[in-house]
């Protein structure tokens, strides 16, 4: 379907819905009964979207992707089999998310682009291929895999959010480019067997943590639909946690991968923003590199973390993007952690991790459900035998005592943030101290919000430094699911004292009732280059919290 250019934005943008529509299988297009009791559900994920599958389905879209490529490859289920459960999961996903009442024809989308058959045909010749060879085409081997709208595969549109780049390259019409480029990992993830099925929703300039643009309208949470999925890899967060996807590719500029897998109740990984290609990846400002953009990773199991990251290594991508750095995947550096844990999560006693948990930044508070998830982690691994170290500031009292050597004030720009407040007393500082000692505050990693809220009601979030600046730094971060606000637990406090205007704005938007059962996700931030090291940790610390009997 062409789309005339004398149209206008609007007719462009419905037009383009249409022909995404148009690619669902007639017997997986839902009635408009089914779409409005969707609208009317607080909860897509679990019992309402799998109503709409066969129980086999089911039981596909809930296989881990590590166990998932094991099974195709013992012949017990087929890339064909595969293919189609999460074809039927993303086409009904597609459906039901992103409802908005004001544009009818725009509400049913909630991915961009809907490959229709041609991963059915790409599933038919793995299987083809592994009936000849009795082997498979690599360690991706039938793996549903989706797609941010931001990279580029032949015969696709890449729109990015953008209704101007509909059928062009990037906005232009270069006839060489438009639907002939592919990104550099979109071919290394077909060349190691997976399948490329669907391209998912994400905010216009991508420079937003929700999913909005004009092509789509909103993307909301389906964990809880009162509440934004997250940007800017927003549909990515969506569509996983609606069993629509095995794993996920996005970028991360700003926590685009890691605020949707925490306001989604996912698992996701920010690495270095070199460690894997960015070639032929569409952009906002490209070419800027002082600031860089992440390709990261999303997915239900934290070992499908590692399955993509290793995988992708394997084929040296830094042999044909320079920019990447020539580093393959050191499962030893993985390894090294795991010795230091049981199975269960505890530690072995010798070698226990060393994490720190950073509270606040001080400039915006969590709500109660981020504290009490951190809570919840400091416990956990302090009862597992791991040993922790509190990060806190000392109430700005010391810069208090050089600024009044001379009566200056602080600068407008510093006034909220070196706010006097109390500092921490005697007895908390000597057990602190004590805590630090026999590590020199020397940490694996540091435990931190990814926002200061748990989701976020669309149109309320304020501050975005938590996962901000890490990008400045440009660590590697992994973001685990840890539990679920709770009205019964996460009070509100009426009698809250803001730090700043910003801090009111944030404590003022939050409702328990809302927020009740919106996931909390943290971030688990290591140096630079270190994936596989804070992959591990992320796997330690999620086996401690299923132990526990929190996840």
């Known amino acids: 379907m062409l789309i005339s250019l004398q149209q206008s934005w609007q007719d462009k943008a419905a037009a383009k819905v249409a022909q995404t529509k ?22 897509l994920s679990g019992p309402f979207i799998e109503k709409f599958l066969e129980s086999k389905e089911q039981e596909i879209i809930h296989i881990d992707s590590v166990s998932l490529v094991a099974k195709i490859k013992a012949g017990q289920h087929t890339a064909l089999e595969v293919a189609l459960a999460y074809c039927k999961t993303a086409a009904i996903a597609h459906q039901i998310v992103s409802p908005d009442p004001q544009r009818k024809m725009l509400r049913l989308i909630g991915t ?9 045909e790409r599933a038919k010749e793995l299987d083809d291929y592994f009936t000849k060879y009795a082997t498979t085409r690599g360690p991706l081997h039938g793996l549903p895999i989706s797609l941010k709208d931001q990279f580029h595969v032949n015969g696709a549109d890449t729109t990015m959010g953008y209704v101007g780049w509909i059928n062009t390259y990037e906005g232009k019409k270069d006839p060489d480019k438009v639907h002939r480029v592919e990104s550099q ?21 991508l420079l937003f943590g929700e999913t909005v643009n004009n092509l789509i309208g909103r993307t909301l949470n389906p964990i809880n639909q009162l509440l934004s999925c997250g940007g800017s890899s927003g549909g ?13 590719v996005g970028t991360d500029i700003g926590g685009s991968v890691r605020i949707p897998a925490a306001f989604c109740g996912i698992y996701s990984i920010k690495p270095t923003h070199n460690r894997f290609s960015y070639r032929d990846v569409a952009n906002t400002n490209p070419g800027q590199n002082t600031y860089p953009s992440s390709v990261g990773f999303l997915s239900n199991s934290v070992d499908a973390l590692e399955l993509v990251m290793a995988s992708v290594l394997l084929t040296q991508p830094w042999l044909r ?14 390894d090294a952690i795991l010795d230091r844990a049981a199975p269960d999560g505890s530690s072995n006693h010798n070698t226990p991790l060393k994490l720190g948990i950073y509270w606040s930044d001080m400039v915006v508070e969590p709500h109660p459900p981020i504290l009490r998830g951190l809570h919840t982690v400091a416990n956990t691994l302090k009862n597992a035998g791991h040993k922790l170290a509190f990060l806190k500031a000392d109430g700005a009292h010391d810069i208090h005592k050089q600024i009044n050597l001379s009566g200056e004030p602080l600068i407008p720009q510093l006034r909220a943030t070196f706010q006097l407040r109390d500092p921490i007393n005697l007895l ?6 004590l805590q630090g000692r026999d590590y020199s505050q020397i940490v694996d990693a540091v435990i931190m919000p990814v926002a200061p809220h748990a989701a976020v009601i669309p149109g309320k979030f304020y501050h975005t430094a938590y996962t901000e600046s890490i990008n400045l730094l440009d660590y590697s971060v992994a973001v685990i699911p840890v539990t679920r606000a709770s009205k019964a637990l996460d009070k509100f406090d009426s009698e809250y004292s803001a730090l700043n205007e910003i801090d009111r704005k944030n404590w003022e938007a939050y409702d328990p009732d809302v927020y009740d059962g919106a996931p909390v996700g943290l971030q688990i931030v290591a140096r630079k280059y270190e994936e596989e090291k804070v992959w591990a940790i992320a796997k330690v610390i999620s086996m401690a919290l299923k132990t526990a009997g929190v996840q």
């Open 185 to 205: 990992i979109v071919k290394e993830l077909l060349s190691l067997g997976a399948i490329i099925y669907c391209k998912t929703s994400l905010p216009q300039t």
């Open 321 to 334: 993007d320079p920019e990447v750095v020539s580093i393959p995947w050191r499962i030893h550096m993985a």
């Open 112 to 120: 961009h682009n809907y490959f229709g058959f041609i991963p059915i």
């Open 428 to 433: 908390e500082y000597q057990d602190l101290s």
């Open 236 to 248: 990515e967060g969506a569509l996983i946690a609606l069993r629509g996807s095995s794993i996920g």
């Open 22 to 43: 148009s690619k669902i299988c007639p017997e997986w297009t839902l009635t408009e009964s089914d779409l409005e009791d969707a609208k009317n559900q607080r909860e």
